[in-house]
């Protein structure tokens, strides 16, 4: 999810989540805060799974970690 694509992910995906909340209403209006919080870290490239993995939270390190690791 640190790829470009991935963040692009999670702004379409964050997106699409406020506007349906917004147009159906109701007990939907639940997903606002986690479209809002996918678009920001898709903004800022930050992966908030990364720590559970012991990875860095910034998308960048994460790149940077996996381009020098090498298979054996």
Do not use: D
């Not at 898709?42 to 020098?68: D, V, W």
Request: net charge positive.
């Amino acid at each position: 999810m640190s790829s470009p694509y991935g963040r692009w992910g999670r702004i379409i995906v964050g997106s699409v989540m406020i506007v349906s909340a917004v147009l159906t209403g109701g007990i939907a209006l639940i997903m606002l805060p986690f479209g809002a919080l996918m678009i920001f870290t898709g903004t800022m490239n930050l992966c908030p799974m990364g720590p559970m993995y012991r990875q860095p939270l910034k998308g960048e390190k994460i790149i940077e970690n996996m381009q020098t690791y090498q298979l054996k």
